[in-house]
């Protein structure tokens, strides 16, 4: 069983910039696809952006696309998501996800191809 939590989320003013965590334990976090999702007030939960087990094939929405940047620390069971040039509408909850297939495939932006969840950090942008 993994257990991932995920840490950094908080209030920001439009244009400026956090940077999400997700801690990862009990299981081989080395070996899994990463993804990071996320839902606001109303809405369904969406893909962010994955990358793979090496870290080195990513995967990004349209919407997030040259505004956030996803990374790994296997040695430190880590995934970050680097959010930059935020606006009002990233405003959400980000959850953290674990695939165990390792590498990415256009299904990794699909949520039922995701096996363990963390229980999400707020973020929200102020207009």
């Known amino acids: 069983q993994v257990h991932l939590v995920e840490s950094g989320g908080g209030l920001v003013q439009a244009g400026g910039s956090l940077r999400l965590s997700c801690a990862a334990s009990?299981?081989?976090?080395?070996?899994?696809?990463m993804g990071w999702f996320r839902q606001a007030p109303g809405k369904e939960r969406e893909f962010v952006t994955a990358?793979?087990?090496?870290?080195?094939?990513?995967l990004y929405a349209d919407s997030v696309k040259g505004r956030f940047t996803i990374s790994r620390d296997n040695a430190k069971n880590t995934v970050y998501l680097q959010m930059n040039s935020l606006k009002p509408e990233d405003t959400a909850v980000y959850y953290c996800?674990?695939?165990?297939?390792?590498?990415?495939?256009?299904?990794?932006?699909?949520?039922?191809?995701?096996?363990?969840w963390g229980q999400g950090t707020q973020v929200t942008v102020s207009s």
């Open positions: 009990g299981g081989t976090f080395s070996r899994y696809a």
């Open positions: 996800a674990a695939d165990t297939r390792r590498s990415l495939y256009a299904s990794s932006r699909i949520i039922k191809n995701y096996d363990y």
């Open positions: 990358i793979d087990w090496t870290g080195a094939s990513t």
